[in-house]
């Protein structure tokens, strides 16, 4: 299955009284998510054997604001959800100062790769990142490019 962060979690010591229903109201999420996080088969409601339950935290609308960014911004440029987080933090999650650091980083190694790089015979091909997009940033709809930053 899908793996999903520690910290996606709130750890619940279960105390007498606990019922997945009362404590899907207390946290606000599903009953529904409180039993796949815990693997509780789909019939079963009692909590009171278990020690503890993970209860999934729920995502504020910045996460998902960011994680959208991520999406969005890794799909564009082609790179990894990764390297989509490191430019969009490094310029507070604006997407449009990020696509162009992005791109201004790639141009600068292609310059230094290519002063670097001795000389080749036509027919011996060396590294190149030819295949690495970039973005025309004037180009892309203005609406995926709002600065979702609310720090």
């Known amino acids: ?36 996080a815990n693997n509780i088969c789909a019939s079963s409601t009692g909590v ?10 729920r995502e504020t609308d910045q996460e998902r604001e960011r994680r959208s960014a ?25 997407k449009a100062r990020a696509v162009r650091r992005r791109n201004e980083d790639i141009l600068h190694s292609e310059r230094a790769s290519v002063a670097l790089t001795p000389v080749r015979s036509a027919s011996a091909p060396g590294p190149s990142q030819a295949n690495v997009p970039l973005m025309e940033v004037d180009s892309l709809d203005e609406g995926s490019f709002t600065n979702i930053n609310t720090t």
């Open 1 to 36: 299955g899908e793996r999903v962060p520690q910290d996606s979690y709130i750890v619940h010591r279960v105390v007498r009284g606990d019922t997945l229903f009362k404590l899907s109201l207390r946290y606000d999420v599903s009953v529904e998510s409180i039993k796949a």
């Open 48 to 57: 009171q054997h278990l020690p503890s339950l993970k209860i999934p935290r």
């Open 70 to 94: 991520v999406e969005a911004f890794s799909r564009m440029t082609g790179c990894s959800e990764e390297e989509a987080v490191y430019y969009l933090k490094q310029h507070g999650w604006d």
